[in-house]
């Protein structure tokens, strides 16, 4: 049964002298009763017996982490603690140079290959040991947790490893015992249990005595941040010695880790501004060696330590990210998205990287990245439409199984940028079923604002607009903060002006007047802004006096026009009662003689308010 019963592994610390190392032999499967846990001081050859009883120990383990079942038997386990093992020339034969030891371990593809090449071994270090524990958390733990718990956690082999680490971790080198804990916290195992506790409490007293270097302080900066989060008060600590090191120094990896420390514990960096400068300049000079990864997390730490005055390194990294956009991960590729945003950065080579990779990749994307990729589009008013066109066909196969916010994410910039898609038809035929379907499951301002986003390529939600002026739906508006702001009203208003106009048969709820505003808000992004300077422009050159013309004149019929004071308004309430008068229902739909009228009337001067 036991696949080491009758091998002896032999560890020792390679960071402690010889006569420091540690023999242990284990004949049978381990198991331990944490009352037996006290050291004894021994000579250089000393023996010490461990008996059990013949009963099952358990590790306790909260949600989210694997069970540790330890199988305790009714036999005397031996542990051999040797003194100086360096004087013998047998003990020399038994150890395996490292560098073969993990050229083979990284071979290795299952657990199973993993446990027979260590039970083949008489001796390992314990960086050797550890660095199993890393390969097989590679091989065995995916998204979904760990693919074979029972065979890789009641092995014996592991077992005694996680003895070994528990109950010698004073005496384990610094490498060997911070990968022990990355390892262990990637197999899930529970951070409550005296291994772990083990492993943590002697990292943190290494830490406090300042024996880490930048790499160790990084790899448990990292450990904390899994096992015990941002308000873990120790990454402070580590931070503080950190300030103390050559950043010059440092690997990609650990300028990386840092900023992550840095981004929870100082949101805003003011405490640790300076440290923050100087890790912004030496990162500039290696912004090329940086990994999609590394760009994706320095990135994001960026955005979230406001750090905008660091122009010269966001600009190298939004420039360096264009290369990886087909080898960024989804979340990686939110962040690098989030960050073009919040910095106001605009690449159009990186454009032109997200219109080559996102059609050809959209139906393997998750949701909630092309809804960012849709909203840094609408954002930077980039009409992209091999974007937007590959965005209809996800939105029209996979919608069903899409959050009320990714669904909004995918519609809504179709209506800010005012494009209708090849595929329009299909699209909102599947927008309308899903409306009927999940109405009631869609907060009310984004419920409101993705109808809003249809009226303006002329969809009109003539179905739903009895719900959206029903005194119930404005009071779930007027509940979610920030209420019935100018936005709202500005939105409501133009939904009731338009079905008005638009749609004479339509005899449900109207708006209140106390809903209605006067006049629409224009911000400077809209796209009707530059429209109406065109106008102006034209009308200018054409008529040669300001005086001619007025500006941004509502019409009867709600259209804001650029009125010519020699009667040139375009009153076309009659004709629209007249075409729609037999209808008696409408979907979401746009004759092309409405639109063609439209475009016409545009070239007059008159144009539609947009509300983005």
């Not at 059990?52 to 386990?77: A, G, I, P, T």
């Not at 249990?193 to 790499?215: D, I, P």
């Not at 739906?473 to 709202?488: E, M, N, S, T, Y």
């Amino acid at each position: 049964m036991a696949l080491i019963s009758r091998k002896s592994f032999q560890f020792y610390s390679s960071s402690t002298p010889a006569s420091r190392s540690i023999l242990m032999t284990l004949s049978k499967s381990l198991s331990f009763i944490s009352g037996q846990r006290k050291p004894q001081n021994c000579s250089s050859v000393a023996m010490r017996m461990l008996c059990f009883k013949d009963k099952s120990q358990y590790m306790y383990c909260r949600k989210n982490h694997v069970q540790l079942r330890v199988q305790s038997l009714s036999v005397n386990e031996t542990v051999h603690l040797c003194g100086d093992a360096g004087s013998s020339t047998k003990s020399n034969n038994m150890w395996m140079d490292e560098q073969l030891f993990f050229k083979k371990l990284n071979s290795l593809c299952t657990s199973k290959e993993i446990f027979d090449f260590l039970s083949s071994l008489e001796a390992m270090s314990d960086t050797m040991a550890s660095g199993a524990l890393q390969r097989i958390s590679e091989v065995e733990v995916d998204d979904s947790g760990l693919k074979n718990p029972e065979g890789v956690l009641e092995n014996e082999v592991f077992r005694a490893l996680c003895f070994q680490f528990e109950f010698e971790s004073s005496k384990l080198s610094n490498t060997g015992l911070l990968n022990a804990l990355q390892a262990l916290i990637k197999l899930r195992i529970d951070p409550q249990s005296t291994l772990m506790a083990s492993l943590l409490s002697e990292g943190k007293e290494r830490l406090g005595k300042g024996q880490l270097t930048v790499k160790n302080l990084c790899a448990l900066g990292e450990s904390l941040l899994e096992l015990e989060g941002p308000s873990c008060a120790t990454l402070e600590e580590i931070v503080n010695h950190m300030q103390e090191k050559d950043i010059e120094k440092w690997s990609p990896r650990e300028m990386v880790m840092v900023y992550k420390m840095l981004q929870v514990t100082v949101r805003k960096g003011e405490r640790y501004q300076d440290l923050l400068n100087r890790l912004n300049s030496v990162t500039l000079n290696i912004v090329s060696q940086l990994s999609p990864k590394f760009t994706s997390i320095i990135l994001n730490s960026l955005v979230v330590l406001h750090q905008t005055q660091a122009v010269p390194l966001i600009t190298a990294l939004c420039k360096h990210s264009v290369k990886h956009i087909p080898y960024f991960t989804g979340d990686e590729l939110v962040n690098v998205l989030e960050a073009f945003l919040y910095f106001g950065h605009r690449e159009e080579i990186f454009t032109e990287a997200l219109e080559t990779h996102v059609p050809k990749s959209i139906f393997t994307m998750h949701p909630q990245t092309v809804s960012k990729v849709m909203q840094y589009c609408c954002q930077k008013m980039i009409l992209s439409k091999p974007i937007f066109d590959a965005a209809a066909e996800s939105f029209i196969s996979d919608a069903d199984r899409f959050t009320t916010d990714q669904i909004a994410g995918y519609i809504i910039p179709f209506g800010t940028l005012n494009y209708l898609p090849t595929s329009a038809s299909s699209l909102f035929r599947k927008l309308e079923t899903i409306l009927h379907a999940r109405f009631s499951h869609f907060q009310p301002r984004t419920l409101l604002k993705l109808l809003h986003s249809c009226v303006l390529i002329q969809r009109y939600p003539v179905n739903f607009l009895p719900k959206i002026f029903s005194p119930y739906f404005l009071q779930q508006l007027q509940a979610q903060p920030p209420g019935l702001d100018r936005i709202v009203t500005s939105q409501l208003t133009q939904l009731f002006l338009t079905v008005t106009l638009e749609c004479p048969f339509y005899e449900g709820p109207k708006l209140l007047p106390k809903y209605q505003v006067k006049a629409f808000l224009m911000p400077p992004s809209s796209l009707d802004v530059h429209l109406l300077k065109r106008v102006k422009t034209g009308l200018l050159y054409l008529l040669k006096k300001r005086m001619y013309f007025a500006s941004e004149v509502s019409t009867p019929y709600f259209y804001t026009v650029e009125k010519v004071n020699w009667n040139t308004e375009l009153h076309r309430g009659s004709e629209m009662r007249k075409r729609h008068g037999n209808l008696k229902e409408m979907h979401f739909q746009s004759p092309k003689e409405e639109q063609e009228e439209k475009r016409t009337a545009m070239l007059l001067g008159i144009c539609t308010a947009s509300l983005y």
